[in-house]
């Protein structure tokens, strides 16, 4: 009798001895998990900037302290208060009860392919417009649209900029887009560009089309001045970062970079004197963009930003003033 209490003693206990709780930092948050041979369950994130008015983009890594994040444990970002937009890791297989439930500002999630497993309020109560990024026909998807929520899926075969492939020719984009408005040739990289008056959602824009004299197109971007008020153009740049997120099945959340001496102004003259700017910096799998309303010198443009990161990616900086 003694040697079977002994045994439902110890198996009372074992777990608390192999799921042991541990700590560490990603980014700003403090991230408590508990470990199982070689993988983990994350537990739970901190919450360091409760009362920040905003919301802010986060990414689980993969791994912590080298065991394989493969759970989203229950209530593990429950009610948290900052985050936007969140992206899983490729190694999540379960999102478990209440995972992300009363994550109020949370409007944008990236899944991987990879999970099989996701609880039923894992979502409640999230922002009123969440929506779900993944791979076609992966598990998510199919779960998301017995949920109702919408699912976009990331498609490997969409073009990087308008139409065009990164390497294609530019009498090739000259075939579709019709004759360019000028020409120019520059010695820097040994790169040339076209340029075009369009009209993009609304608003005129100038296209450029960048090329290299080995490589093709490497890069591309509209620039518009076509702004009535500051707060026109912060939702042009909504519109325009809504339509990549669609296209490219990305999770975007607009964000601010604003300087000390910007507190003290209206964001009007903020924007106009260079010390405040609005957008995001993004990148798919095959390109880097950058999307921000900017200016300086009493003169204020949105510019939409594409380069290529495997064509002479030390070009991505030359980008006009950029």
Not at 192 to 210: P, Q, T
């Amino acid at each position: 009798m003694r040697r079977i209490l002994a045994v439902v003693l110890l198996l009372v206990l074992l777990p608390a001895v192999v799921f042991a709780a541990e700590k560490t930092k990603v980014d700003r948050y403090e991230v408590t998990y508990e470990t199982a041979e070689s993988s983990c369950t994350i537990l739970s994130v901190s919450d360091p900037l409760r009362g920040y008015g905003g919301a802010l983009p986060m990414e689980l890594p993969a791994e912590l302290d080298g065991y394989t994040v493969t759970v989203l444990g229950a209530g593990a970002l429950a009610e948290h208060s900052t985050v936007g937009s969140l992206t899983l890791p490729a190694s999540l297989k379960r999102m478990e009860s209440s995972a992300c439930k009363g994550a109020w500002k949370l409007s944008s999630v990236v899944v991987p392919g990879t999970i099989e497993y996701i609880a039923d309020d894992a979502f409640d109560g999230c922002a009123a417009g969440l929506t779900l990024y993944g791979p076609a026909g992966c598990y998510v998807q199919k779960w998301a649209e017995a949920k109702g929520i919408p699912f976009f899926a990331n498609d490997q075969a969409v073009t990087d900029f308008r139409s065009f492939h990164w390497g294609d020719t530019m009498e090739e984009v000259i075939a579709v887009e019709g004759e360019p408005g000028s020409r120019d040739v520059s010695d820097i990289y040994a790169a040339s560009s076209i340029r075009y008056d369009v009209e993009l959602m609304g608003k005129h824009n100038e296209l450029i089309f960048y090329f290299s004299d080995t490589e093709g197109l490497y890069a591309a971007q509209y620039i518009t001045a076509d702004l009535s008020t500051v707060s026109d153009a912060y939702d042009y740049v909504e519109d325009v970062l809504a339509q990549i997120s669609q296209k490219y099945g990305l999770a975007v959340l607009p964000r601010e970079r604003r300087t000390a001496e910007a507190m003290n102004m209206r964001d009007a003259q903020a924007v106009l004197t260079g010390n405040l700017e609005f957008g995001a910096d993004l990148e798919t799998n095959r390109s880097q963009i950058n999307v921000w309303l900017t200016g300086g010198d009493d003169f204020a443009y949105i510019y939409v930003y594409y380069c290529s990161l495997d064509i002479i990616p030390q070009t991505r900086d030359y980008s006009g003033s950029f």
